[in-house]
């Protein structure tokens, strides 16, 4: 019981502190109420759902944000976001014993660019960008499959908070 009463003191004396000093969670963007048009990305790899699965990982991230709101329109929206798949690479890394592939880096090429739609002014260009997961393969079919789904899910999380970030991070420089 002394534990308990303890660990909810504690508990209560952290929240105070944490209120009480200004601190702000960096994911969020807190300022006045905005919208961005996230469009379809541009798909030029084989894989048919790959800019679905980037649309929703963003989608994710910025329902993170109460005060940025996603749409499907152009007209009424602050910002635009689109982009572009260039390609996915998955060449070999490294061998075994009988010379086939153990490791495998997944390589996901992509490019987009992030618009203040009422200025027309560019706020972040991303030509060409790469992103890498390593993963292994095995005998069994489905453990390298899920292996690589895996993989690629982790590349699209790590490329859609990175834009997330930065986006929160222009949007706060306004």
Known sequence: MKLFIRWSLLSIAVAVFLSGCG???????????????VTTWKNRTSDLQLDAKIYQELLKWF????????????????????????????PSLA???TNTASDVRLTLK????????????VLIEMPSQDWQQSYTITADAAVT???ANEAQDKVIEDLAQSIYQRTLLEISKL
């Open 23 to 37: 601190y702000r969670n960096p994911y969020v963007y807190s300022g006045p109420d905005k919208s961005i048009y």
């Open 95 to 97: 061998f075994d014993g």
């Open 63 to 90: 329902q993170k944000s109460r005060s940025l709101k996603i749409t499907k329109s152009k007209e009424g929206a602050d910002f635009i976001l689109a982009g572009e798949i260039i390609s996915v690479d998955i």
């Open 110 to 121: 992509v490019r987009y660019i992030f618009k203040d739609l009422a200025t027309e002014s």
């Open 145 to 147: 499959r899920d292996n």
